[in-house]
């Protein structure tokens, strides 16, 4: 990371410093547990709860739950608009402690856990029942659920992704299985119909409106 790139972060993480609730630190600090799947960054939480007030969604399908921190940080921006969140989580027992995590923090009203593996779960949903589609699941999942995220969202509807750059911004030794499918999906996406950007927040967030 430039050094010009770190001060511009750091400049944001302070302007936003008591705006953002909740705050990815203070969340993860209230679970008791440290083996959870990582959560979106707080500038990441920022971009969707922005683009929830624009799109104002009643429905948004969530892949990948782990603790929440997510959902809770979208749903507490969508229930001013009525709206409400699906996320699909494969480990049974995470998604029990997240159901207390979303009824702790008030969100549990709108939110709904359904568990099971999201590239056999999603099919059980309709063509463009979503306002928002919201990838964050396993990485070598992104391509091979990709053309079910664009079925199930609706013409006009969001779809993003957490994690594009891995690619190009993560331990090689860790994600080394994954970088090689995010690298397929990121150019997999380019022929399906949205219009499409990656923006360098956290470790890349993929933006697309479905055409
Ligand atoms: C990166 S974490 C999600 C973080 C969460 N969105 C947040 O910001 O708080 C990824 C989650 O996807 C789940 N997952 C992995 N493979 C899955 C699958 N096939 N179906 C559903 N969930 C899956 C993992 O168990 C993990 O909890």
Same mark, same amino acid.
């Given at each position: ?44 939480a ?12 009643k429905?948004i ?11 809770t ?32 923090e ?10 099971? $593996?999201?590239?056999?779960? =999603?099919? %059980? +949903? ?8 919201? !990838?964050?699941?396993?990485? &070598? ?35 080394? $299985?994954?970088?090689?499918? =995010?690298? %397929? +999906? ?6 399906m119909?949205? !219009?499409?950007?990656?923006? &360098? ?11």
């Open positions: 990371m430039s050094v010009e790139y770190k001060k511009a972060m750091e400049y944001i993480e302070r302007i936003y410093e008591e705006q953002d609730d909740p705050k990815r630190l203070d969340y993860v600090a209230r679970v008791s547990r440290n083996d959870f799947g990582s959560p979106i960054t707080d500038e990441a920022r971009l969707f709860k922005t683009l929830i007030h624009l799109v104002r969604p429905r399908l969530e892949i990948g739950t782990s603790i929440g921190f997510s959902t940080s979208m749903a507490l921006a969508a229930r001013t608009y009525g709206g409400r969140i699906t996320t699909l989580e494969i480990d049974s027992s995470w998604a029990e402690i997240t159901k207390n995590i979303f009824s702790r008030g969100v549990s009203d709108v939110i709904d856990i359904i568990v099971g $593996d999201a590239s056999e779960t =999603i099919k %059980d +949903f309709e063509d463009e029942t979503f306002d928002i589609v919201f !990838q964050d699941s396993a990485k &070598p999942l992104y391509p091979v659920m990709l053309d079910d995220c664009i079925r199930v969202l609706r013409k006009g509807g969001l779809f993003l992704v957490d994690n594009t750059l891995f690619p190009v911004r993560s331990p090689k030794e860790k994600w080394s $299985d994954s970088l090689s499918k =995010i690298h %397929d +999906f990121n150019e997999m996406l380019l022929k119909p949205v !219009q499409s950007t990656i923006l &360098p927040i956290g470790t890349g967030c993929t933006v697309a409106v479905k055409l």
